[in-house]
């Protein structure tokens, strides 16, 4: 497969732990893989960057060459753009290592969404929160896994057939 959107969000809570979460899915919508992470206690915009790391680790196991990251983090979508400097020490290591883990696509961008564009993943971070982490693992992408087909319900017809 050449290219995925993927959903990333990273979320904290109270004094405990910190989660993180990916979801993949294909140009035309269809669900490749997701995973979620707990972590334990950092800033909200460690968490972010934790996400799109995680994001960038989901790309990589789905073998594919050109990535967007979706994330309703502007500061992380501004920094990794190049819009806005980073000046936190903590930030500027995270930063560096999702631009490693990116330079190592053809292509990644960055995309600012709002957090009601990124339900999926922002539900999944806040349950890694609290231990309750999920992964599926990507599926293959070759034309006989299935995974590209369109859903078809009980009738077996695809939706809009009849």
């Known amino acids: 497969m050449k290219q995925t959107i993927i959903f990333v969000d990273g979320g904290i ?8 979460a ?19 206690r950092m800033t909200n915009n460690e968490a972010e960057y934790q996400a799109a790391l995680l994001g960038l680790e989901l790309a990589r196991k789905l073998g594919v060459r050109r990535v967007e990251i ?7 979508v501004r920094q990794m753009r190049g819009f806005s400097r980073v000046h936190s020490a903590r930030l500027k290591r995270l930063h560096q290592e999702t ?5 190592s696509f053809e292509g990644v961008v960055f995309t600012h969404v709002s957090r009601d ?12 929160i609290d231990g309750r ?13 299935g995974w590209g087909r369109k859903w078809r319900g009980k009738s077996g017809l695809r939706r809009g057939e009849g």
Do not use: I
């Open 117 to 128: 564009k990124n339900r999926l993943a922002d539900a999944l971070a806040a349950e890694a």
């Open 99 to 103: 631009c490693r883990a990116a330079a």
């Open 22 to 40: 990916a979801v993949a899915r294909t140009p035309e919508g269809y669900f490749l893989g997701w995973l979620s992470r707990q972590m334990p």
């Open 70 to 76: 979706v994330a309703d983090s502007e500061v992380v």
């Open 13 to 20: 809570a109270g004094v405990g732990h910190t989660g993180a």
């Open 133 to 145: 982490v999920v992964q599926m693992p990507p599926m293959k992408t070759n034309a006989r896994s």
